[in-house]
Nanobody
C-alpha cells in the first residue's frame, strides 16, 4: 500500500502563487504515475496534472502554462510530489488531492488540501 500526505494549501489572492506538496510512503516502488486532482464544490473530481516515473507530464488545459508538476524520487523510502501553482484564479478554488497509481493500476489518494483563491 501507498500512503499519501498533502500539504501547502491555503488562501491566496487572484494572481498569487502556492506550492502543494505530497509525501508518498509505503510501497513506493510500485508507483508508476503520480498526480494531482481537484474537486470544487458541486463538481466532480478532475485531473489537474500527472507525472510518470519517466518524468512525462500531462496537464489539464485549464492549468497549462500556470501550473508545474514535479516529482522527487531521490529518497529510498519516500517520494515527493509538488504542484507549483502560479497566476491563480478564483476558478482554481478546490480541494486538491494527491494520487498515486501503481503498475497494477491500484489507486491511492491523500486526504486533500484546500486551496482558496479570493480577494
Amino acid at each position: 500500500q501507498v500512503q499519501l500526505v498533502e500539504s501547502g494549501g491555503g488562501l491566496v489572492q487572484p494572481g498569487g502563487s502556492l506550492r502543494l506538496s505530497c509525501a508518498a510512503s509505503g510501497s513506493i516502488g510500485s508507483i508508476s504515475v503520480m498526480g494531482w486532482y481537484r474537486q470544487a464544490p458541486g463538481k466532480q473530481r478532475e485531473l489537474v496534472a500527472t507525472v510518470t516515473s519517466f518524468a512525462r507530464t500531462n496537464y489539464a488545459d485549464s492549468v497549462k502554462g500556470r501550473f508545474t508538476i514535479s516529482r522527487d524520487n531521490a529518497k529510498n523510502t519516500m517520494y515527493l510530489l509538488y504542484l507549483q501553482m502560479n497566476s491563480l484564479k478564483s476558478e482554481d478554488t478546490a480541494v486538491y488531492y494527491c494520487n498515486a497509481r501503481t503498475w497494477a493500476n491500484f489507486n491511492s489518494w491523500g486526504q486533500g488540501t484546500q486551496v482558496t483563491v479570493s480577494s
